[in-house]
């Protein structure tokens, strides 16, 4: 079983325009990380810190994946995407040869709570169409793994004892392992990660 090496303090910033965030990946780390690159986490009941949500900017050669515990945000870009991106859902996007877009909250006040991870294309994928991925919540599987233990898979495979739940993005050269997990108190699970992942 691997150890934890270190533990990183998320940085409290802001992003698109003016949203308030807390940054743990995206610094120094990422040369050990790779492909991850960075890995925000919004939240907050005060509509002022992130009711400007984030206009049009540009991406190009990685992937982002919001994941939207509570609130509601519109997704738009230059080629005439548009998704609505809800409680429990998660969008999955390849911006590959690049794209602009935004994402903007669709509610006025309220909580307004989730994270966005962005990973790295290999150099072969960077020129790759952008593309999409909007998965609803009843479309991620959860899997009750023992009293007080639960994972919802949003990608890859989660393998425990003699049992699989596959998530709903699979195949991308980056294998990806996403995984949800609530344990409550005083619980603990070991989940087996490939060789060379970090």
Known sequence: MRKIKQLIAAATVSDGAGVKI?????????????PFLMLDCFGSEQ???????????????????????DGH???????????????????????GRGIIHSEMPQQESGLMRGFQLWLNLPAAEKMKEAAYVDIAPEQIPVA???????????AGVLTQATQQWAGPIQGLSTAPLYFDLTLAAGKSLSIPVPDGHN
């Open 144 to 154: 009750e793994l023992a009293p007080g233990i639960s994972a919802k898979v949003i």
């Open 73 to 95: 945000m519109l997704h738009e870009d230059h080629l005439g995407n548009k998704g609505h991106l809800k409680s429990g859902g998660v969008q999955w996007m390849t911006a």
């Open 22 to 34: 807390k940054r743990s990946l995206g610094q120094s780390q990422q040369l050990r990380l790779d």
């Open 47 to 69: 509509a002022n810190d992130y009711i400007a949500g984030f206009p049009a900017h540009p991406h190009r050669g990685f992937e982002t994946v919001t994941y939207m515990l």
